[in-house]
């Protein structure tokens, strides 16, 4: 047990206990090919409102001309830290199939993807830390996507690096302690 | 390995390989208080948008007034099965905070933490199977939801029962193969 380690009211398992999200990913290593292939089977059997699975995926290890592309988009600090993952995920929902007809529950599935792949991740040694903060619209430029693929989110993920590595207003946020709202307060009715 | 695990080109852990959703619950088993615990807490370590925790909770056993105001919310076929889980969810999306921000990534982060809930009911010997066939405006009048509240979906959870209690049609979906798209088609680019 870490001091990153969740504090629980009753046992959850290592994979889940142990996932946080870092911004220090070691920029020394590299992700060989296929590497990811456990986190995006992970991913893939994902539940889905009538298992209409609306998540794709770019897959850009770092070294590569996507990962170039998406580092283009990211805003702020996260262009500062996130290119030192071993690869960048962007997280696409599919709103409307093939057909148009709109896939209500597209970004509610595609969260429950990335959270399987994050879960399989920290059970293999490594971290995923999500961001918001990109150019959705330079995204779709970048790689010619369709109106109905919505990019949602981007998982940064490797091996995780030191945090006296990161700027420091960078090394206050890796250090600081990990928080959540009381259990009681999310839970809203129980009987 | 039972013929539901998932077929995976690369070994998954346990808790994601093996979980599935039945429609058969063990109407013999009653969770008992505080059995869902571990799954809320894992749910509430879930990662989100500048940890805006955007999730709430409605948990509601079996045989207690809640879980009848939520069966009498469900659509079809969903009535017949549901009514056997030990236990009924239904997963809340913040889309606003307090204050009135939004909170675009709510939906997304509910499918995060519904994901975690899931893996460590299947860590814990639980099967989920959620469903979004329900009456929207019936669930926010029987608890009296504030309107930034959005019920996105209801997890049924409890022990798995036997397919064989389950009506023909349900049956036959309960033994069909378990199928995914392949890998290739989720992952737009890969370099």
New interface residues.
């Given amino acids: 047990m870490s001091p990153r380690t969740?504090q629980?009211?009753?046992?959850?398992?290592e994979?889940?206990?142990e996932?946080?999200?870092p911004r220090a990913f070691d920029l020394s290593h590299e992700l060989p090919e296929?590497a990811l292939?456990?986190l995006?089977?992970?991913?893939?059997?994902?539940?889905s409102?009538n298992?209409t699975?609306p998540?794709?995926?770019?897959?850009?290890?770092r070294g590569?001309?996507?990962?170039a592309r998406i580092v283009d988009t990211l805003v702020g600090f996260n262009q500062v830290w996130a290119v030192n993952a071993g690869a960048l995920i962007v997280n696409?929902?599919e709103t409307t199939d093939a057909g148009g007809n709109a896939l209500?529950?597209a970004?509610?599935?595609?969260?429950?993807?990335?959270?399987?792949f994050?879960?399989?991740a920290t059970?293999e040694g490594f971290h995923v830390h999500?961001l918001?903060g990109f150019d959705r619209d330079g995204v779709r430029a970048a790689?010619d996507?369709e109106d109905r693929?919505v990019p949602?989110?981007i998982s940064a993920v490797g091996k995780i690096g030191s945090a006296d590595d990161l700027p420091e207003v960078l090394r206050e946020r890796e250090l600081a302690p990990r928080?959540?709202?009381d259990?009681e307060s999310?839970?809203?009715?129980?009987?």
């Avoid at 998540?55 to 290890?61: K, N, P, T």
């Fill in positions: 969740a629980t009211s009753a046992p959850v398992i994979s889940l206990a996932r946080w999200s296929g292939r456990g995006l089977e992970a991913a893939r059997w994902a539940p409102a298992n699975q998540w794709r995926f770019i897959v850009a290890r590569g001309e996507s990962f696409l929902a209500p529950w970004e509610y599935d595609l969260g429950q993807a990335v959270a399987h994050s879960v399989q059970a999500q918001g790689f996507l693929l949602v989110s928080t959540r709202l259990l999310l839970v809203l009715v129980r009987d």
